[in-house]
T-cell receptor, first 111, second 114 residues
Framework: RKEVEQDPGPFNVPEGATVAFNCTYSNSASQSFFWYRQDCRKEPKLLMSVYSSGNEDGRFTAQLNRASQYISLLIRDSKLSDSATYLCVVTASGGSYIPTFGRGTSLIVHP | DTGVSQDPRHKITKRGQNVTFRCDPISEHNRLYWYRQTLGQGPEFLTYFQNEAQLEKSRLLSDRFSAERPKGSFSTLEIQRTEQGDSAMYLC????????????FGPGTRLTVL
């Protein structure tokens, strides 16, 4: 089982739709969680951190479920500009600050 | 621009040649990471530094790869005797040491080995 797993998609949604992605992780000792956005042939950019209490930033909401070991990203009112790959990142505890990236979920928002 | 910078942005080389990439992190960031990314995959960890100390190296990193951060500022990644399988995007990221460790990436160096 991979340490961090994501459905690669693509998720093909119309403008205005609500879309949700999940990301599962295998290490129960993981301590920090993030969502990054990556446009084609560009570097990943930090979208949001995922706190135990969840995190909301405008149309984006991220949540953490430690019991089931997954994080989620919800995008409301999708825009064409949201089309990108969304990478989840998990860092384990224990003093080794090595982030593990999922392979990413591709989102395509169409008119 | 005070973001992470990388040089060169593109490198084409012949198999067997050595290449070196440079990364300049955000100035107040003391952690610096190197990753490799191939098409359809997420970034794969290679190594990281805290200040000038190299704290972790991926077990996937062959002896042909070496990284330095001599003064705790910029870092270099060298690949010796390049192979076609080394073709990838090499990404550098920096962060402030802490539990959350939010990383900021440079634009990457795209390596093509012919």
């Amino acid at each position: 089982r991979k340490e961090v797993e994501q459905d690669p998609g693509p998720f093909n949604v119309p403008e205005g739709a609500t879309v949700a992605f999940n990301c599962t992780y295998s290490n129960s000792a993981s301590q920090s969680f993030f969502w990054y956005r990556q446009d084609c042939r560009k570097e990943p950019k930090l979208l949001m951190s995922v706190y135990s209490s969840g995190n909301e930033d405008g149309r984006f909401t991220a949540q953490l479920n430690r019991a089931s070991q997954y994080i989620s990203l919800l995008i409301r009112d999708s825009k064409l500009s949201d089309s990108a790959t969304y990478l989840c990142v998990v860092t384990a505890s224990g003093g080794s600050y090595i982030p593990t990236f999922g392979r990413g979920t591709s989102l395509i928002v169409h008119p | 621009d005070t973001g992470v910078s990388q040089d060169p942005r593109h490198k084409i080389t012949k198999r067997g040649q050595n290449v070196t990439f440079r990364c300049d992190p955000i100035s107040e960031h003391n952690r610096l990471y190197w990753y490799r990314q191939t098409l359809g995959q997420g970034p794969e960890f290679l190594t990281y530094f805290q200040n000038e100390a190299q704290l972790e190296k991926s077990r996937l990193l062959s002896d042909r790869f070496s990284a330095e951060r001599p003064k705790g500022s910029f870092s270099t990644l060298e690949i010796q005797r390049t192979e076609q399988g080394d073709s990838a995007m090499y990404l550098c990221a920096s962060s402030v040491a802490g539990v959350w460790n939010e990383q900021f990436f440079g634009p990457g160096t795209r390596l093509t080995v012919l």
